[in-house]
């Protein structure tokens, strides 16, 4: 069985960094796509970015690009998202998810990933 493990979620000042971490557990990763989304209160779930696990290939919504990375450790099978100048409107659940068929323009939307974490909150107060 899959799983999908966040943490690293908290409360924030605006201006400050967190680093979510996300620990992938019961299979091989290796041709994943690993996404990250967020949901705010009333808002739909949207991509934060997403990472090749196999060649460590980024993308990132236009809203964090050059804020938020993504990263991963292979031998540790956990995916990170490292979040600095973070905003009010950063404020949100942020989950993470796996995509089995890899890599590619699908990597953009919710439906493509198979699996999916539970979450982990964070604040950011102005």
């Known amino acids: 069985q899959v799983q999908l493990v966040e943490s690293g979620g908290g409360l924030v000042q605006a201006g400050g960094s967190l680093r979510l971490s996300c620990a992938a557990s019961g299979r091989t990763f290796s041709t994943h796509a690993m996404g990250w989304f967020r949901q705010a209160p009333g808002k739909e779930r949207e991509l934060v970015g997403a990472?090749?696990?196999?060649?460590?290939?980024?993308y990132y919504a236009g809203d964090v690009k050059g804020r938020f990375t993504i990263s991963r450790d292979s031998a540790k099978n956990t995916v990170y998202l490292q979040m600095n100048s973070l905003k009010p409107e950063d404020t949100a659940v942020y989950i993470c998810?796996?995509?089995?068929?890899?890599?590619?323009?699908?990597?953009?939307?919710?439906?493509?990933?198979?699996?999916w974490g539970q979450g982990t909150q964070v604040t950011v107060s102005s």
């Open positions: 990472i090749s696990w196999s060649t460590g290939n980024t």
């Open positions: 998810a796996a995509d089995s068929s890899g890599w590619g323009p699908h990597i953009i939307t919710a439906d493509a990933y198979d699996y």
